[in-house]
């Protein structure tokens, strides 16, 4: 594969893929709000090689592609693969990828890989449970935590704020922030985070889970 996307990608033109891969790439990094010397940056390149792969000017290996893919949050596959249409696709809960628990808190995919538009967790907390002793950042995106039972504490810097169910909260991931279960019973949220912040490496880790203990 790796010498036939090379030499593939080293035609000048004129080729329907090729056109295709290079829009792709150009939808992806604006839909994440990327610049061409961030995506460069985030995938080892430069901004001059990402513009002039978007306009089709120069080749690119399947390492280097894989390099641009992970930055983006998606896989090299993805890239050559328009997304099917919305379609009605279910997930069921226990069908949820998530990550090991950690600090008294699973945190669960809902979004659909490849994740493009916005990426959309869910949190489950144990009774003191957080998403870690930190306050965390990532990226420069909008999110918005939503919570869907239990009480929380949402650190954000030095602010602190003390949510209910139904409660929400908006903030940039650039802000350090943090949440708690400072209730008496399990609690869940939701993080809504548009564009999307994280690269396939991360995705990767989220994996079919078992369910908690009984509620």
Known sequence: MDQVV???MEVEGGDPALAML????RQLRLSRKLSLRQ??????????FISQLERQRTGASTSTLNQIASALGIS???LFEERA?????????????ALPPSHGCRK????????QDMEVYVGEFEIGGSTGPDLYTH?????MLVVLRGVVEVSLGESR?????????????????????VGNSRAEVMWIIAPPTSARVELDQYVAWKPLAAR
């Not at 995506?39 to 001059?48: D, I, K, M, R």
């Not at 249409?85 to 990828?97: D, F, I, K, T, Y």
């Not at 990226?139 to 999110?143: F, I, L, M, S």
Request: hydrophobic letters at 30%.
């Open 6 to 8: 090379s030499e593939r």
């Open 22 to 25: 290079a829009a792709r790439i």
């Open 39 to 48: 995506l460069g940056e985030l995938s080892g390149t430069s901004a001059s």
């Open 76 to 78: 090299v596959a993805d």
């Open 85 to 97: 249409g919305a379609g009605h696709a279910v997930l069921r809960r226990s069908q949820r990828p």
């Open 108 to 115: 669960s995919l809902l979004s659909r890989r490849p994740v």
């Open 139 to 143: 990226g420069g995106a909008h999110e």
């Open 161 to 181: 704020h003390m949510l209910e169910e139904g409660d929400s909260l908006e903030y940039p991931t650039s802000t350090p922030h943090r949440t708690e279960n």
